[in-house]
T-cell receptor, first 121, second 112 residues
Framework: GAVVSQHPSRVICKSGTSVKIECRSL??????MFWYRQFPKQSLMLMAT?????????EQGVEKDKFLINHASLTLSTLTVTSAHPEDSSFYIC?????????????????FGPGTRLLVL | LAKTTQPISMDSYEGQEVNITCSHN???????ITWYQQFPSQGPRFIIQ???TKVTNEVASLFIPADRKSSTLSLPRVSLSDTAVYYC?????????????FGKGTTLSVSS
């Protein structure tokens, strides 16, 4: 399957600082990427949909000014947690949409990155 | 987006076949069914995807009845390393791209 990477894998920062997380599709182009957040022993929660060259679409309850998303190329989306606070500590996971048109129909599969563990002190 | 329902947990022993069934009664005509596996502190890993009937790959099989209101993930001869959370998701395929909404998943525990 296709590979999606995230960087960094772990980050510890002080309260009030900003943290940038990168998501890359390594062997395919992704016009659409998604950002999720996962708290311990819970399922993934969708935060936003990131489309290349346009503004991200945020889910209800997710502050767009706090979680800045940039999707400047077909292989890179970034999530910046601004003025991070301890309650932002979580596991952040991105996914990239691999969409292909085929003779037998369209094929779409989402591949996930390995995740980024954020700890805000 | 179609809502899915799966068992919260399942237990199995090494070498057994495990079948996890997912209900998606409101699945739409152009929705596909995708299963993911997740280990602690890792991103979900794609297992298998299908639209109807049966799909098989090197790690699993996916059975989808004609009405598509449910699907069954079959893992042949599980091992301890198959202990993980398994998610069933449905999503539409189109050029706009639709996010996958995760349910609680099924926690599979494999014992020796």
């Amino acid at each position: 399957g296709a590979v999606v990477s995230q960087h960094p894998s772990r980050v510890i920062c002080k309260s009030g600082t900003s943290v940038k997380i990168e998501c890359r599709s390594l062997d395919f182009q992704a016009t659409t990427m998604f950002w999720y957040r996962q708290f311990p022993k819970q399922s993934l929660m969708l935060m936003a949909t990131s489309n290349e060259g346009s503004k991200a679409t945020y889910e209800q309850g997710v502050e767009k000014d706090k979680f800045l998303i940039n999707h400047a190329s077909l292989t890179l989306s970034t999530l910046t947690v601004t003025s991070a606070h301890p309650e932002d500590s979580s596991f952040y996971i991105c996914s990239a949409r691999d969409y292909r048109r085929g003779t037998s129909g369209d094929q779409e599969t989402q591949y996930f990155g390995p995740g980024t563990r954020l700890l805000v002190l | 987006l179609a809502k899915t329902t799966q068992p919260i947990s399942m237990d199995s022993y090494e070498g057994q076949e495990v079948n996890i069934t997912c209900s998606h009664n409101n699945i739409a005509t152009n929705d596909y069914i995708t299963w993911y596996q997740q280990f602690p502190s890792q991103g979900p890993r794609f297992i298998i995807q299908g639209y109807k009937t049966k799909v098989t790959n090197e790690v699993a099989s996916l059975f989808i009845p004609a009405d598509r209101k449910s699907s069954t993930l079959s893992l042949p001869r599980v091992s301890l390393s198959d202990t993980a959370v398994y998610y069933c998701l449905v999503g539409v395929h189109n050029q706009a791209g639709t996010a996958l909404i995760f349910g609680k998943g099924t926690t599979l525990s494999v014992s020796s």
